[in-house]
């Protein structure tokens, strides 16, 4: 739990809710055994952010309430989800909105997979090799130490070059063939 979700957790408790379970990735973040779900959001600024994944899955609960911290121990406010309205948009002093970071990312990965498919990539992550050779990360790691892949680290992360992947690839095709033969 992050210390927003703490304080969150320490607070439901003083309100009396028995059975109080944390869902981890699943909104609502909390539920309790009298059936009430609990998302808990920090205020940002007034702001307070949703992914279209938490708003939805918020609207399917039938009894969803909002909680809103800052970094103090009570909340400042508590929301009824059935009382707001879909982002953008604005409860009392708060401003809702849709995070753009996930679909960014989400954006991003796509585009990533299909510059991959593509083969417009110069430097792959170890996922991506993965993917590629369909094998597991160990088998990645282990060709990088015996020196098969030529691979770099970039911020603390192996990322293979395009033409280290190709060699390799190549390599492999010659050792079968040689095989074969």
Same mark, same amino acid.
């Given at each position: 739990?992050?210390?927003?979700?703490?304080?969150?957790?320490?607070?439901?408790?003083?309100?009396?809710?028995?059975? *109080?379970?944390?869902? !981890?990735?699943?909104?609502?973040?909390?539920?309790?055994?009298?059936?009430?779900?609990?998302?808990?959001?920090?205020?940002?600024?007034?702001?307070?952010?949703?992914?279209?994944?938490?708003?939805?899955?918020?609207?399917?609960?039938?009894? *969803? !309430?909002?909680?809103?911290?800052?970094?103090?121990?009570?909340?400042?406010?508590?929301?009824?989800?059935?009382?707001?309205?879909?982002?953008?948009?604005?409860?009392?002093?708060?401003?809702?909105?849709?995070?753009?970071?996930?679909?960014?990312?989400?954006?991003?990965?796509?585009?990533?997979?299909?510059?991959?498919?593509?083969?417009?990539?110069?430097?792959?992550?170890?996922?991506? *090799?993965?993917?590629?050779?369909?094998?597991?990360?160990?088998?990645?790691?282990?060709?990088?130490?015996?020196?098969?892949?030529?691979?770099?680290?970039?911020?603390?992360?192996?990322?293979?070059?395009?033409?280290?992947?190709?060699?390799?690839?190549?390599?492999?095709?010659?050792?079968?063939?040689?095989?074969?033969?």
């Amino acid at each position: 739990m992050n210390k927003t979700e703490l304080l969150a957790y320490d607070w439901l408790q003083k309100q009396g809710y028995t059975g *109080v379970v944390f869902q !981890r990735h699943h909104s609502p973040d909390f539920l309790t055994a009298e059936g009430v779900g609990f998302e808990v959001k920090k205020a940002r600024n007034g702001v307070i952010f949703f992914t279209d994944g938490q708003w939805d899955s918020l609207s399917r609960h039938p009894d *969803v !309430r909002v909680v809103i911290f800052d970094d103090t121990e009570e909340p400042l406010a508590i929301a009824e989800f059935s009382e707001l309205v879909e982002p953008p948009s604005f409860w009392h002093q708060f401003r809702l909105t849709m995070s753009l970071l996930w679909r960014n990312r989400d954006i991003a990965r796509t585009e990533r997979l299909e510059q991959v498919a593509r083969g417009d990539v110069s430097l792959y992550t170890i996922q991506e *090799v993965m993917n590629i050779l369909g094998v597991a990360d160990e088998t990645i790691y282990r060709h990088i130490r015996k020196g098969k892949i030529k691979a770099i680290r970039v911020g603390g992360l192996w990322r293979i070059s395009s033409e280290a992947l190709d060699e390799f690839l190549k390599k492999g095709e010659q050792n079968n063939h040689d095989s074969n033969q």
